[in-house]
């Protein structure tokens, strides 16, 4: 499961997170807040704000449970209108995390001692030779 961390600043930094540590997230809801301790970012608390599945489906905040649902759709997330008025079937995955989750995007509401740029190294993507 990979874990997308947004700050106040607009930067973003993504990690992997283990199997063990993936299953501290499952049940959890959007909007719901996690202790940074949990992932190895202590003095952190993070809101989770989205995410997707295995299947590139979007979560929405509005929809209880984890399943798939097809549901007419007139705005984001999972939409974006063409034209105004226009409306879509679309399909959805509910607000709650299990193992199907690929991604969990959060945001920090608080943060810690040390900044997320020393805990989270960025990898170096390896140049072709």
Same mark, same amino acid.
């Given at each position: ?33 996690? #202790? ?26 509005e929809?209880e ?21 226009e ?12 193992? @199907? ?8 509401i #608080? #943060?810690g001692? @040390?900044?997320?740029? #020393? ?11």
């Open positions: 499961m990979k874990l997308v961390i947004s700050v106040k600043s607009g930067q973003t930094f993504q990690t992997d997170l283990s199997e063990d540590k993936a299953a501290l997230l499952f049940g959890k809801k959007i909007s719901d807040i996690i #202790e940074g301790d949990l992932l190895n970012l202590p003095g952190y608390k993070l809101r989770i704000t989205g995410g997707s599945d295995d299947s590139g489906f979007p979560m929405r905040p929809i449970g984890n399943g798939k649902f097809k549901l007419l759709l007139s705005k984001g997330p999972g939409y974006k209108i063409k034209r105004k008025g409306r879509k079937r679309k399909t959805i995955r509910g607000n709650t995390i299990d193992q @199907t989750i690929v991604q969990v995007n959060t945001k920090v #608080e #943060e001692p @040390t900044p997320l740029s #020393e805990l989270l190294p960025k990898k170096e993507k390896d140049e072709k030779k």
